[in-house]
Every structure is written in structure tokens, then in C-alpha cells.
């Protein structure tokens, strides 16, 4: 079964201050990537995906993340932090075949100190 | 275009009753997947509706059920309600099922059991 895990529970950070949000998957065959996040009280806004191809993806709100098969891994990246993204990001993996179901990774809460 | 709308966006029910959320997808989705977080169990996967079909199932009782309309506007029912049933619960369209298809989230109903 597919599984999604991000290490890092908590990260504070300082505005301005570069960011990287860790994740690893496990599946057999290529997978399709998303990161989502989550204001308080809110749904989930997608900043981006992968699913084929160039392995730096580009996102909204100056996001990035590389795919790296070797590790296992889709990090998320962005070089310049603000305060305004301080939020919940969430990490999933998309079923193959005719299912839309998302599995969630636990979450990395972003705190930003000015 | 209109995003994903829930309603209603709180809800507060007593243990044993009965309640039923609903979820307009974007306008020409037609897949319709259901999410509960807490904060235990993160997110998980509750079912998939595609063309009036309950297409995929998660891991929850049968006092979980839902349906879909011919205009893919999903419903979503919770019977003899527990008090861990206090979540909130999120919506997800997509154009058809598949994992390789971004998945718009709305913004929750937050259900609280007493």
C-alpha cells in the first residue's frame, strides 16, 4: 500500500529565511505528487503536483519541489519565506488507475518569526 | 469559476442523531471524494463518487454513506452520530477519477458531536 510520511512535525523558520518541507513515499511504480496547505479553519489550497517528466516542479506562491526517485522524495522548497505562509502543508500521493483518493502524509506546521 | 462549496460550514449534533453535509464540485468535475481530519488520525479517505457511483472506499463504518446526484453534487450522511465523529469533514472534486488529476478541496464543514 502506498504510504506518505513527513519527518518534520513542527519547523519554525524566520521571515525571508529559505524553507524545505520534507517528504517521502513509498510506491511501487511512479507516483503522482501533491502538496497541499492548510490555513486554520480552512480546506486544502493545491500548491502543486507532479506526475511525469521535468523532476523541479514549479507551484503558486513561490513554491518549488524536486522529485528525486533514488530517495524516495518530493521536498518542498521556497528561497524566501513570508510571514503569510505560515500554515499546515500536507504532502499526498495520488491512487493509480480510476480512483481520485488522495493518502495524506501527517503534516509539517510552518511557524514563521519575523 | 466557483470553487468547491460545502455546506453547512458548522454543524454541533448530539450523540445517536443523524446528520448529512453536503458538496457542490466546480462547475463540470464530476468526481466527488470525501475526507474526515482530526487530529489523531489526520486525513483520511472516506469514499469516491463518479457518475452516481460510489466508485472507492475507505476504512470507516457503515454509519458513513453517501451519494451523488446526477449534477455530481454529493451528500454524505453520518448515522447514530459517536463522539468521535467530531471532525471536520472535506470535499474534493476532480474532473474524472484518477490519481493523475489535481483535486480541488473546499473549505470543510466542522462537525462537532456532543
Known amino acids: 500500500a502506498q504510504s506518505v510520511t513527513q519527518p518534520d512535525i513542527h519547523i519554525t523558520v524566520s521571515e525571508g529565511a529559505s524553507l524545505e518541507l520534507r517528504c517521502n513515499y513509498s510506491y511501487g511504480a511512479t507516483p503522482y505528487l501533491f502538496w497541499y496547505v492548510q490555513s486554520p479553519g480552512q480546506g486544502l489550497q493545491l500548491l502543486l503536483k507532479y506526475f511525469s517528466g521535468d523532476t523541479l516542479v514549479q507551484g503558486i506562491k513561490g513554491f518549488e519541489a524536486e522529485f528525486k526517485r533514488s530517495q524516495s522524495s518530493f521536498n518542498l522548497r521556497k528561497p524566501s519565506v513570508h510571514w503569510s505562509d505560515a500554515a499546515e502543508y500536507f504532502c499526498a500521493v495520488g491512487s493509480t488507475g480510476t480512483a481520485s483518493k488522495l493518502t495524506f502524509g501527517t503534516g509539517t506546521r510552518l511557524q514563521v518569526t519575523l | 469559476k466557483a470553487g468547491v462549496t460545502q455546506t453547512p460550514r458548522y454543524l454541533i449534533k448530539t450523540r445517536g442523531q443523524q446528520v448529512t453535509l453536503s458538496c457542490s464540485p466546480i462547475?463540470?468535475?464530476?468526481?466527488v471524494s470525501w475526507y474526515q481530519q482530526t487530529p489523531g488520525q489526520g486525513l483520511q479517505f472516506l469514499f469516491e463518487y463518479f457518475s452516481e457511483t460510489q466508485r472507492n472506499k475507505g476504512n470507516f463504518p457503515g454509519r458513513f454513506s453517501g451519494r451523488q446526484f446526477s449534477n455530481s453534487r454529493s451528500e454524505m450522511n453520518v448515522s447514530t452520530l459517536e463522539l468521535g465523529d467530531s471532525a471536520l469533514y472535506l470535499c474534493a472534486s476532480s474532473l474524472v477519477p484518477t490519481g493523475a488529476r489535481e483535486q480541488y478541496f473546499g473549505p470543510g464543514t466542522r462537525l462537532t458531536v456532543t
Open positions: 462547475s463540470g468535475h464530476r468526481s
